[in-house]
């Protein structure tokens, strides 16, 4: 189990890209992008159909693990307004949050949360704006200081890109901490990554599998900020 010490919190990392606040009973979700695939298709990109529901499985089966109380999305719960429109997407979050009725559910609005409209009522989903207090953390979608506390974030989807002695190339997702501010990989499904470059101090744990491992920063580079 790999922990680190923030904003005079215990988190715990966690393989399967969340993080766990053991004292709060609380699990931090980013980027869950719920529907993604669905709006690509939309547009008539072929992607890949039960994304949605294998995101919502593997938050269940944490959730399961943990004793998780709450779980706080920070951010972009859903990709897009046509994904609140789909009939299909719709069903199988209101199925999961069926089996999980007693679990609190809280949103940090996103950027795109901000054009998909908040989740439906019936889903029982709080929602609020940024910067979200818990103990010594503040809890946001976008990874920028704030007044009070240490911010967890998400928005960026990190990664880091790993060399091998053969020219071998890895692209892996991370978890980012700064001074005053750290960053979640992606949890979605079908979601990217976003290489970044970090500065001196910072601290990187990528993810492979069912391991999470510190990594050195000068092994990453930075790219333009995904929408």
Request: net charge positive.
């Given at each position: ?10 988190l ?191 601290r990187?744990?990528?993810i ?14 930075r ?5």
């Open positions: 189990m790999t922990t680190i010490a923030v904003g005079g919190e215990t715990v990392l966690l393989p399967e890209r969340a993080a766990w606040v053991p004292a709060h009973g609380t699990l931090l979700v980013a980027d869950a992008h719920i529907g993604k695939a669905v709006s690509f298709r939309g547009l008539g990109v072929p992607v890949p159909r039960g994304t949605t529901a294998a995101t919502l499985e593997a938050l269940g089966a944490l959730v399961a693990r943990l004793g998780a109380r709450r779980v706080v999305f920070l951010g972009d719960l859903l990709h897009s307004a046509r994904a609140r429109r789909a009939a299909g997407t719709l069903a199988v979050v209101e199925r999961w949050r069926a089996q999980h009725a007693s679990l609190q559910l809280v949103l940090v609005r996103g950027n795109h949360d901000a054009r998909a409209g908040d989740p439906p009522a019936r889903w029982g989903i709080d929602v609020v704006d940024a910067p979200l207090a818990l103990g010594g953390l503040r809890l946001s979608h976008h990874p920028q200081p704030a007044a009070g506390g240490y911010v967890l974030a998400g928005h960026l989807h990190p990664g880091v890109a790993l060399s091998g002695g053969a020219r071998d190339h890895l692209r892996l997702p991370c978890f980012w901490f700064g001074r005053s501010v750290g960053v979640l990989p992606a949890f979605g499904a079908f979601t990217g990554l976003m290489p970044v470059r970090a500065q001196a101090g910072d990187l744990f990528a492979a599998d069912d391991r999470v491992m510190e990594v050195p920063p000068p092994v990453v580079e790219l333009a900020v995904p929408d």
